[in-house]
Each structure stands twice: as C-alpha cells, then as structure tokens.
C-alpha cells in the first residue's frame, strides 16, 4: 500500500493551492480517505474527509467554506482543494486511508495508511 502526496508548496495568504494524493495497493471503493495536517510543535490534527463512496464529506471546523475534498476511485486519487490559505495553515500535510467511522473520522488512529506528506508554506 502507498499514498503519495504532492502539490506542496510555498504560497502567499490567500492564494489558493490544490494538494494531490495518488494510492496504490488499495481499493479505493473500500476505504474513506482524509487529509490530515501538523505543524511544527504540534499535534496531528484532521483537516477533512471524504467516504468511500463520497456520499459523505466532513471538515474542521476552520477550514469549512475554505478547503474541499474530492476523490476519483476509478483513479484512485483523491484531492484537497483549499483556497483564501492562512499562515496558521502552514503545515505538513497527510493524505491517509482507512475504514470508515462515524465516530473516529477526526482521530488520526483511525487510518492505518499514511503517506509522507507533502508541505504547505503560507506566507503572510
């Protein structure tokens, strides 16, 4: 199994930026896919996700109205489009992959795969 992100980049407040995931080994039929982010000196923490099937969509709360996911299970990519960026979204950030849950969506133990990240710069 393999997620790989790209799209990372250095970037001015309120620029917009579009962070790519390509995963393999996986059915993306099978699995809800999420973003997540850290920042230096912090902890992981959720940005969004998406269901296996999309039906579903979830963010936190501060990148609501700014940042949207999407996937293509037929190209087993799935991508997160964030627009009016931050400097506080300055982070490292993780496409991953696990099953499903209501509940655990937000909790980065949910997701057994991860991939190596990809970094995101605002610049203010």
């Known amino acids: 199994e393999q997620l790989v992100e790209s799209g990372g980049r250095l970037v001015q407040a309120g620029e917009s930026l579009r962070l790519s995931c390509a995963i393999s080994?996986?059915?993306?039929?099978?699995?809800?896919k999420a973003w997540f982010r850290q920042a230096p000196g912090k902890e992981r923490e959720f940005v969004a996700v998406i269901m296996e099937d999309g039906s579903r969509k979830y963010y936190a709360y501060d990148v609501q109205g700014r940042f949207s996911i999407s996937a293509d299970n037929a190209k087993n990519t799935v991508d997160l489009q964030m627009s009016s960026l931050k400097p506080e979204d300055t982070a490292l950030y993780f496409c991953?992959?696990?099953?499903?849950?209501?509940?655990?969506?937000?909790?980065?133990?949910?997701?057994?795969?991860w991939g190596q990240g990809t970094q995101v710069t605002v610049s203010s």
């Open positions: 080994g996986l059915d993306s039929d099978t699995f809800s």
């Open positions: 991953v992959a696990g099953p499903w849950s209501f509940r655990n969506y937000n909790i980065p133990t949910q997701y057994p795969y």
